[in-house]
């Protein structure tokens, strides 16, 4: 049997891997992330620039929460997330409001009328919840201690509000 | 060359199909008002009667709301 050297690849070939790499840069973002998965890293700047990161936030509860100014139940969803920081911040739990907003005035006038007590980061291009596979607005990913996806919720609704406080405590009691 | 015409070609087929949809994260400007099919159904009723007076055209599309009792 004659081996094939290694030799350019024939026309047929260069046709394929041409396709797999237009396909490959057309590939749609990562699926959604389950619980018990390795939340994906952030490092993403507040308003005055200063980084904040969930590497450095290890050993606390974080709570990922994606919003915009353009998202409706994101008026209901600060309210609760401000109660939940002050009923919990002591405990551990730490609250990052992380903003999709393509315009930084957008997401301004949305603070302005609806005061956020937690931390807020900003992420105009969108790789945050592209790594997070974020599949509505909003999306809020409990992260454990250390750092795995504990709980996904996407949406926010007032009657989630219970079982959204109680998977908090459950998350902090085994800090 | 003429691999290259070839790929060119079967992705020029595909066309905006390759793209990917909006993500749900950049609905921003999807979500304005503006961008409603029907931003102001009070308004699109008003229209719609003065067009089906004026033009003698029939019914107008199915309109909703208002509060004239005309349709």
């Known amino acids: 049997m004659r081996v094939r050297s290694l030799r350019a690849p024939s026309n047929q070939a260069r046709l394929a891997i041409g396709a797999l790499a237009l396909f490959a840069a057309f590939a749609p973002p990562v699926a959604a992330l389950d619980a018990g998965a390795p939340a994906p890293a952030l490092a993403l700047p507040q308003s005055g620039g200063q980084i904040v990161s969930l590497e450095s936030l290890r050993g606390r509860v974080v709570y990922v929460d994606f919003w915009a100014s353009w998202c409706g139940p994101c008026r209901q969803s600060f309210p609760w997330m401000n109660e939940m920081q002050r009923k919990y911040g002591a405990r551990g739990l730490t609250i990052v409001g992380v903003n999709v907003d393509k315009r930084d005035a957008d997401a301004q006038r949305f603070l302005q009328q609806v005061p956020a007590t937690f931390t807020i980061v900003y992420d105009p291009k969108g790789e945050a919840p592209a790594a997070y596979g974020v599949k509505a607005m909003p999306s809020s990913y409990l992260v454990d201690a250390q750092g795995r996806i504990a709980f996904v919720e996407y949406g926010f609704k007032d009657d989630r509000k219970a079982e959204l406080e109680r998977q908090i405590a459950v998350a902090l009691g085994t800090h | ?71």
């Open chain 2, 1 to 71: 060359m003429k691999t290259l015409f070839a790929l060119l070609i079967a992705v020029a087929l595909g066309g905006c199909a390759a793209l990917q949809p909006p993500q749900p994260w950049e609905k921003g400007d999807l979500a304005r008002p503006s961008m409603q099919i029907d931003p102001d159904p009070l308004q699109t009723t008003l229209e719609q009667h003065i067009y089906t007076s004026k033009e003698a055209a029939t019914g107008g599309y199915g309109v909703g709301g208002g509060g004239c009792g005309c349709n």
